[in-house]
């Protein structure tokens, strides 16, 4: 696959901006099942397809200039699938890495992960911590991946982290602040999403970035993921950049 270079991210979305792009995009990409099971195909064939709209959500954020984009490739709960599904999305995810990471190296992306590492299979954990570890100087597209990712894990890892650092004296309890919390998640150093997309007509965030999504504008489209092409971004773009964002303040212009 090929991605243009995003040599100039630099440009944020932050708070107050009138941008109207993006900073960092989400994605809950939902409905391969379904997809496949209206074609009368094995679900499995729904995922295959969802890689491939994965591969064009990517190359179209390097073009139009996203920062960031972080996709929810496998949650924490997903593991209650039927055991053949699960081992087709370790495969698929295994292919994905081995045969696109040295064009996403090429293209300057920067891959990150987030989710839980101690229960992973050593040979995926080995894999994806050599995609982060090539792309680390990359200052292009980042891409993160949810992996093994739970909103509520991730946050009883904050806690546990933060403890940590209380008991062995390193800060005090009255340091655990929002910035500390933040700073203490998966995401560090990442921009909270702006924009997080749904496909497949379902409405809810699934323990998806709960704290990050603080102030995020959510987009929700009835395409099944494996159907969500440049045009269904833009869509989800141009909604995005019709949106007011006040952040608990008030429009300057109401006052
Ligand atoms: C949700 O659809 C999708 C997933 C749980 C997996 C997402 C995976 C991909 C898009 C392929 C790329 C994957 C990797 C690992 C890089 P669903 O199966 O819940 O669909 P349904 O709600 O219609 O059953």
């Known amino acids: 696959m090929s991605v243009s270079p995003n040599r100039n991210p630099q440009t944020p979305a932050e708070e107050g901006s009138t941008s109207k792009l993006p900073r960092h995009v989400a994605f809950i990409m939902d409905g391969?099942?379904?997809w496949a099971t209206a074609r009368g195909l094995p679900r499995t064939e729904g995922h295959r397809q969802g890689l491939e709209a994965l591969?064009?959500?990517i190359r179209h954020a390097g073009k139009v200039g996203i920062e960031v984009i972080t996709i929810y490739s496998f949650s924490s709960e997903n593991w209650s699938r039927p055991e053949t599904e699960v081992s087709f999305l370790?495969?698929?995810l295994r292919r994905f890495v081995q045969r696109d990471l040295s064009e996403l190296h090429?293209?300057?992306v920067r891959i990150r992960i987030?989710?839980?590492r101690s229960d992973l299979e050593p040979g995926i954990l080995?894999?994806?911590e050599e995609a982060e570890d090539l792309t680390k100087n990359n200052t292009g597209l980042n891409l993160v991946v949810a992996f093994n990712y739970g909103a509520r894990a991730e946050l009883v890892r904050a806690a546990q982290k933060l403890s940590q650092k209380v008991l062995s004296g390193e800060i005090r309890s009255e340091d655990i602040s929002e910035a500390?919390?933040?700073d203490a998640l998966d995401t560090s150093g990442l921009p909270d999403p702006d924009l997080i997309v749904r496909t497949s007509g379902e409405m809810r965030l699934s323990n998806f970035l709960l704290w990050q999504a603080a102030y995020s504008e959510?987009?929700?489209c009835d395409q099944h993921w494996p159907d969500f092409d440049e045009a269904a971004f833009d869509e989800a773009l141009s909604c995005f950049g019709s949106r007011q964002r006040r952040y608990g303040g008030v429009d300057a212009k109401a006052l």
């Open 32 to 34: 391969n099942g379904r």
């Open 218 to 220: 959510f987009y929700f």
């Open 180 to 182: 500390a919390i933040t």
């Open 106 to 108: 090429d293209a300057n």
């Open 126 to 128: 080995a894999l994806l």
């Open 114 to 116: 987030i989710g839980g």
């Open 55 to 57: 591969r064009r959500a």
């Open 90 to 92: 370790m495969g698929l």
